[in-house]
């Protein structure tokens, strides 16, 4: 093979790389798609709302949008911590019939933006944990540390939360 050849092959697998943002829960790591990332806080107090699943904190005023904020380790029933400066709130993109909303779920920290290539990334094995395989998108390994790809679209679902399709909604131009 020429180098020329080499060359177009790298960068062909490059182009097909997806970027994930990392972050941690529960001292594991997790990774969702950095286009579904609108931009990440850090931890604020919420609003609550009555009757609403109890992963499910509240919302905030973003700018004009209000948006519902779930806690992913509760979501996932893990062990809830107390929230630290490290804390923060990823704010995501999510599709719900065709329309953009936003969401925003606690996490205990970010991590780094990592390069994924498609047949780097595993299906994950169903295990009947607390966190359903249909939320996930696959695994991947990355410094001998399992990096769990979540489907944001499945997992931050409006109608399975129990949230109306209002919350969240985005504008034509936002």
Not at 23 to 38: C, Q, T
Not at 67 to 81: E, H, N, T, W
Not at 83 to 102: A, D, F, K, R, W
Not at 146 to 162: F, R
Request: glycine residues 8%.
């Amino acid at each position: 093979m020429s180098d020329a050849m080499a060359v177009d092959d790298a960068s062909n697998l490059e182009e097909q790389a997806s970027q994930y943002l990392s972050f941690e829960l529960a001292g594991e790591i997790y990774g969702v798609d950095i286009l579904k990332v609108r931009e990440i806080k850090g931890w604020e107090e919420v609003r609550p709302l009555p009757d609403m699943p109890d992963y499910i904190k509240g919302v905030l005023d973003l700018r004009g949008v209000i948006v519902p904020i779930v806690d992913l380790r509760i979501r996932f029933q893990l062990a809830s911590c107390e929230y630290t400066p490290t804390t923060v709130i990823i704010v995501l993109s999510v599709e719900h019939e065709e329309q953009q909303h936003v969401v925003g779920v606690v996490v205990d920290g970010v991590s780094d933006v990592l390069d994924v290539l498609p047949n780097n990334v595993r299906e994950a094995p169903n295990l009947g944990g607390a966190i359903s395989q249909y939320y996930i998108r696959g695994m991947i390994t990355i410094e001998d540390r399992m990096v769990i790809l979540l489907d944001v679209n499945k997992l931050l679902n409006l109608q399975e939360m129990g949230l109306s399709e209002t919350l969240g909604k985005c504008t034509e131009s936002g």
